[in-house]
């Protein structure tokens, strides 16, 4: 940061943003127009050379760019806190991710909120943040809190991107997220098949061509250096029309042109000459990077994603489990591990991401969407490595790689008998916070003592605590969302006999209790009443599931709900479609009537949070 | 059949076979080495020609091979009971699929007389069956049922296909499996990769040719005109050796090369290479049809077996749901709706397959196998369509096919408020006969007649009644195994205040009740220990979970759970492994204790199915 941006004149509105996380208040300035570029571009373009590290300039180096937390956050029931998006953020950080897609800012002040703060806490190099802030202070603000920011000593850096429709208000919106981060940049995509200019946008080429260039334009005008720009449902449109379109928003400034397979329609072939055509064609092409984003309708956009690469594309648009509307995206770990795997055969292919960390990106995610991965998932699937796991398998298999092409290790997927630590119920916190830290799961403080006595509890009834006991525990005390309530007690009878019964208390946040019954057709039916009767919000259950997490009949039962509230607010997607927002929740008992009653109640403090943002 | 086939001079031995659908007693026979040749080459050879119907000479034909029932089957807890088997492999041929790869009769008993039973129902027309064992009884034996058999009027006949390894008691099994069909093949392997050969093998180049060449010609011998032979691991194999053993099956008689790549390690360009330079570079390749069957691990199944099919494959290996070992295999919905969508890109290829049966077929090999598909996967999950489902949607979409490459009905997907039937509690029986017909189920009799009381107890309950439930109590009531015991009534007290305790009954084949009662961790861990406390097996409860049907917190709950027998018999996989098999069971209810004991007790019949069945 030069001298110069704490000095220039400018006025500027301010705003307070609280992070869950690090429990720091932030202050942010929005600035007025007229001394807003001035200022952005001294604040953040003058860091941009800084963002080009050495491999980046080998032209077989193959950036990733996540877009769970966009593309696959708005699934069907998939909505996530901010806290949760926090976490993930973090996590593909640690993956070496080379861009977050954090969000679609103009879909809901809580999506714009939740782009700011990655684009503050996972988008800048610790310590830095703070020094930026300040920069602000000095000019808007005096006092208040500045806590530690940014994502940690030695961590990658990633670019922190934000979705916008080719409108001015979308892309204000996209850079008021994101112009926080250290490397940010704006997305912006407009439909350019036939079927979509006619019938969403009842626009002429013309007309789309001109929308795109000046929204283009607007983008880097407010000081955005890295403008994406995604010619929506390109593997249905027109090839001249594409090469003219994509040369215009060149000129106007775009460096990244994401080419999408929206409907999923192409097979590998196809989309790899899409991607051959465009470089060969697109005037100033050679200046800009080509990138991929394949929808999977026909279980093809890994293969896509590869033939794209393969083609010249040298960004790869995933999301981890492969999650997104529909059938979802590219995977993450697919792309990944076939590029580590097969990158000669690519031309020599390679990216930066840390494969040791895609267990973790996978397990949290499917914690937080509540999108489960089939046992039969490439790569991160319960069965993947199913072979490996020793109770089938005997001495036939004299060399491991007879059936394996890449190891456990690799995707850091380790199994109890390997890892050195067994927990039994005599084990202290120390042996506890180490155990999880091979895990993965790097947790301390107050954190720590709730999952220590919870497997204390367990150790108690069960001989052997295992890995996945112990993830599963994780997953009920941490991957928790803010709490308005909380689980107290509850009893039930029921049977096949009579009328189920329930008791539930619940302690508010101010530590009141709170005890209701309900009568219902089953346990959890009359848990659940009893839990409205005391929480009186309009709910409606959506989804309901259970299972054990490890073999046994004492095993313990982890649940998942999906509720949405009547009359919730909604958020728009990309498609342009509103949708209401659902919310989930786990929760993890030795007895499936409690860890049914944890999950509904994690599931409405999710709900509660979000609103009580939103307002 | 000719008349000679009825006066061939020979002697056999009989044995009588269950076919627990169609509730018939069928009479083998086996004939003494010396006549067998002599009779299966009148009995089955003279069949082959009319298994040519014109289709098949189109040189743009794939042939679909469905190999659900053997790959997907030996998934770890995904066993079948022969009457699973059965109803797969007769929606297997309503969907049209050129081959059924039956099962691995040499791995069991069990598997040897479910493949069998297929040959005779699935493998042949309407009533030609009953002749055919009619022409046995002239020869072997007087009197004896003779039931309706065959897979019904006007219904395609598939091949029917049993997996050998390269050896003669493998081959003789496989071919004692599938004679019985119209159209019978023995499908051999060895591996021909250098890891497979030292480490597994422990045989040298020679002596792998000499064996592949022997044993196929060893097939032939029997009577089996149609032989299909695999270099397992071909993806990793040696090509100038790959052509050589190739050409030698062919002249030692093999019809059908399948080129597996067994590790899923190839790309699709790298997998598209492998089948053109087989065909390019193998003697007498032309006269034989070339097949791929690749593995998922990298997620690029579906991609390498369409570059297959694009580089001259004409048979195509795949899974109902992409179900397999370790991450599976390539999903049939996906490479047949890719082929559809894009046969014309792919060099005008088609297939026989009815589209419509795919979603019925896929919903039973969930049910079956118990491997759920997630909600993101592709043709099939439950979000592949979502955007279509109206709770989130708005009028944006002004035109269909803006975001949908296929229609939902293509896949045979009817939804509530499209099909015309709404039940309610006072529709009779009748109506609910029309909707399950319409839902895909074809049910009578007293099967009709248990879901129509256990549907009528819930619209008692419940103002609307889903499609969802149906398919729910479906599930419940028809898809269970043969009955050992019977799910009576249970009753639980429960909660965080105390020790769970459960009363179960149960009642036995004979009609007794077994009354029992057990504490434990929860209230399935109590129900589930009364449940032993009864049954007296040992069991180790391996795998539970639960799902709501539907949104709405009086739905119905679906609990699934794995269970394996402790000292029970093994099944050899065909990568030569020993493993102990597993069972599933499923259960429907509005109280999900009550749904838990239900299931347990149907994957306990199972269990005790198979095990009778083996002794």
């Known amino acids: 940061m030069t001298a110069a941006a704490t000095t220039t004149p400018f006025s500027a509105t301010t705003t307070t943003i609280f992070s869950p996380t690090t429990k720091t208040k932030y202050t942010l300035f929005t600035f007025k127009p007229t001394t807003r570029k001035q200022l952005t571009t001294t604040l953040y373009a003058s860091r941009r050379p800084s963002y080009v590290p050495n491999h980046i300039s080998d032209p077989n180096y193959v950036r990733i760019f996540d877009t769970t937390l966009r593309d696959g956050e708005q ?3 998939a909505t996530m806190t901010t806290k949760e998006k926090l976490d993930i953020a973090r996590q593909l950080a640690k993956l070496g991710v080379d861009i977050i897609e954090a969000g679609f800012p103009a879909s809901s002040e809580a999506d714009l909120e ?4 990655i684009a503050i806490e996972v988008g800048n190099p610790s310590g830095e943040m703070g020094q930026k802030v300040l920069a602000g202070k000095v000019a808007g603000e005096v006092g208040g809190e500045v806590g530690l920011a940014g994502n940690g000593e030695g961590v990658h850096v990633p670019v922190i991107c934000g979705l916008a429709r080719c409108n001015k208000n ?3 919106k996209a850079w008021e997220a994101v112009k926080y981060a250290k490397y940010p940049r704006i997305h912006t995509f407009i439909a350019t098949s036939e079927i979509h200019m006619q019938y969403k946008l009842k626009m002429s080429k013309e007309q789309v061509v001109e929308k795109a260039r000046s929204m283009v334009a607007y983008a880097r005008s407010l000081g955005c250096n890295d403008v994406e720009f995604s010619p929506e449902d390109a593997g249905r449109s027109e090839r001249e029309f594409l090469y003219e379109i994509l040369g215009e928003v060149i000129k106007a400034g775009a460096t990244t ?6 409907v999923g329609y192409n097979w590998p072939r196809e ?8 470089k060969a064609n697109t005037p100033g092409i050679e200046n800009v990077i080509i990138s991929t984003h394949c929808q999977n309708d026909l279980g093809l956009s890994t293969a896509n994603t590869l033939e794209g690469a393969y083609s010249g594309a040298r960004q790869l648009e995933c999301t981890i489990n492969g999650i997104g509307e529909r059938a979802g995206n590219a995977s993450l770990e697919e792309v990944v591990m076939t590029i580590k795997c097969k990158g000669e055969l690519l031309g020599g292919l390679y990216t930066g991401i840390n494969t040791r960390h895609i267990v973790m990106a996978s397990k949290m995610v499917e914690e937080y969407s509540g999108l489960m991965v089939q046992p039969h998932k490439a790569i991160v699937g319960a069965n993947a490595f199913a072979h490996e796991s020793g109770i089938h398998q005997d001495g036939m298999l004299k060399n491991r790689n007879t059936y394996e092409i890449m190891s456990p290790e690799d995707i850091g997927l380790f199994r109890s008998n390997e890892s050195g630590l067994t927990l039994g119920k005599l084990s202290g916190r120390h042996a506890l916070k180490s155990k999880l830290f091979e895990l993965g799961y790097d947790i301390d403080g107050k954190e720590l003592n709730d999952i220590f006595w919870r497997f204390k509890s367990v150790a108690e009834m069960k001989k052997v605590i295992t890995d996945d006991d112990l993830v ?3 997953s009920d005390e941490v991957f928790q969302p803010q709490i308005f309530w909380k689980f107290g007690d509850v009893q039930v009878t029921c049977g096949s006999l009579g009328l189920s019964t329930a008791t539930v208390k619940l302690i508010d946040s101010d530590g009141k209790e709170h005890i209701a019954c309900s009568v219902g057709t089953g346990p959890v039916d009359a848990a659940y009443k009893a839990v409205d009767l005391i929480v009186k919000a309009p709910v409606k259950l959506l989804e309901y599931s259970m299972s054990a997490v490890t073999a046994g009949i004492d095993a313990i039962a982890s649940t998942r709900v999906v509720i949405d509230a009547e009359n919730d607010q909604t958020t728009t997607l990309a498609t342009g479609q509103k949708v209401v927002r659902t919310y989930s929740g786990t929760g993890a008992s030795m007895d499936i009537v409690i ?13 509660l949070g979000l609103k009580k943002k939103s307002n």
């Open 472 to 474: 599963a525990l994780v």
């Open 170 to 172: 979308d892309i204000d």
């Open 75 to 77: 699934s069907p029931g």
């Open 271 to 278: 989309f790899g000459q899409l991607i051959a055509d465009i």
């Open 595 to 607: 860890s049914s009653v944890r999950a509904y109640v994690g599931a409405i403090n999710k709900m």
């Open 114 to 117: 939740a782009v700011k703060l």
């Open 257 to 262: 042109l994401n080419i999408p397979d929206t």
